[in-house]
């Protein structure tokens, strides 16, 4: 509880003492400076933040745009396999019905 007595004593003097260098024309000028360069420093932190955003934007567009690319490569690869599946039961389905058909036919060729 001390210690915040402190911190609270120390955080009001420190107002009261900006305030009375404030009214003097050089200390306003030395706090105008330093209010600019704390601009400035956020400024830039501003800057870099959303520079660093940009680039994490710019790779999780082209992973994303890499993941369409294979599941659409993917997606042509089992129509294939499905196309090509379906053309050799197709084929085989024709030669099962071509062999029975020669069976038939020799068959009657031997009962006659």
Known sequence: MKNVLWFLVGIIGGFVVAHFVNKDPRGHELL?????????FTD???????????????????????????????????ATVKDAASDVVDSATG???DA???????????TD
């Open 32 to 40: 105008a400076e330093i209010d600019a360069r704390f601009t400035e």
């Open 44 to 78: 830039r932190i501003g800057d870099a933040y959303r520079e660093q955003e940009a680039r994490f934007e710019g790779v999780v567009d082209a992973a994303r745009d890499a993941a369409a690319e294979v599941v659409d490569a993917a997606t042509g690869a089992i």
């Open 95 to 97: 030669a099962a019905s």
């Open 100 to 110: 029975v058909d020669a069976a038939k036919n020799a068959a009657a060729k031997l």
